[in-house]
């Protein structure tokens, strides 16, 4: 996955757990419900991920500079704000479990015999490349530019279960 869908389905957890509406993160409002939980997934998707500040900040509709106030506020939040270290200590748990309970892959070949069983299709003659990696597994599948997207969709569809980065070359 790229470092943007993570962080959106981060937000989508977030926004679950805490029973906000669809989207709600990224809209303009200033209540401090939202605010919280914008906070909240920002601060765990650059601790966990190293997630850009950008990609944040364009997820989340608001400038890069909001996540730097996000992270520096974050220590003194936990210590003192009790619905702040309350709600971060639900959404973390809950990303944790649902992260640990997804699979790797330890060898590339296996992870290239997965996707091709699983709907991914290769060309003979390729002009993009499309490099999967999954825990300690690598692996390159050759599409074309026309076949691009849908290749792109079908190995998301067949690694959604699986923790996995995806980057073109």
């Known amino acids: 996955m ?19 509406p669809d989207n709600s993160l990224s809209l303009k409002s200033r209540k401090q419900y939202l605010q919280i939980a914008r906070s909240i997934a920002a601060v765990i998707t650059r601790q966990e991920h190293g997630t850009h500040r950008k990609i944040i900040g364009k997820v989340l509709n608001r400038d890069r500079s909001l996540i730097y106030h996000y992270e520096k506020n974050h220590k003194g939040n936990y210590a003192t704000w009790e619905i702040y270290r309350e709600t971060f200590n639900k959404v973390y748990t809950a990303y944790k479990n649902l992260s640990d309970s997804k699979e790797t892959f330890l060898e590339g070949s296996a992870l290239k015999r997965y996707l091709l069983k699983n709907g991914v299709k290769e060309q003979f003659d390729p ?22 997207s849908n290749q792109l969709n079908n190995i998301k569809l067949a690694l959604n279960k699986h923790h996995y980065s995806i980057q073109i070359i």
Not at 8 to 18: D, G
Not at 127 to 142: D, N, P
């Open 2 to 20: 790229t470092e943007e869908d993570n962080f959106r389905n981060l937000c989508n957890l977030t926004t679950r757990l805490l029973g906000l």
């Open 127 to 148: 002009q993009v490349l499309i490099e999967v990696k999954s825990g300690e597994a690598t692996c390159l599948i050759k599409t074309s530019y026309f076949d691009f």
